[in-house]
């Protein structure tokens, strides 16, 4: 099993930055995949930004060039460092892992990006 404990969002104006840490139960080099997600309210659940035990690293196109994933292992933490946030970055941002074969969601953290 994996439990996962997000934290780090809060209220931003249009332009500015914000960090989120994911902190994982265990050696975020042995889960499979993991990642970002966020939900808006009305709209679906979408992909963020993730990264997989082979070095791969994926993102959205609406955040690419302005969000960066990263880990740190000694920490068994992933960061989402958001820069030059945009009133549509407004979501609940979810830490997701995949690890064995199941998947596993932090509890959510609230980001709002208003002037």
């Known amino acids: 099993q994996v439990q996962l404990v997000e934290s780090g969002g809060g209220l931003v104006q249009p332009g500015g930055s914000l960090r989120l840490s994911c902190s994982a139960s265990?050696?975020?080099?042995?889960?499979?995949?993991m990642g970002w997600y966020r939900q808006a309210p009305g709209k679906e659940r979408e992909l963020v930004a993730h990264?997989?035990?082979?070095?791969?690293?994926n993102y959205a196109g609406s955040v690419k060039g302005r969000f960066t994933i990263s880990g740190d292992n000694a920490k068994n933490t992933v960061y989402l460092q958001m820069n030059s946030l945009k009133p549509e970055d407004t979501a609940v941002y979810y830490c997701?892992?995949?690890?064995?074969?199941?998947?596993?969601w932090g509890q959510g953290t609230q980001v709002t990006v208003s002037s």
């Open positions: 997701h892992a995949y690890y064995t074969g199941l998947e596993y």
């Open positions: 265990r050696s975020i080099f042995s889960i499979n995949a």
């Open positions: 990264f997989t035990s082979f070095g791969s690293t």
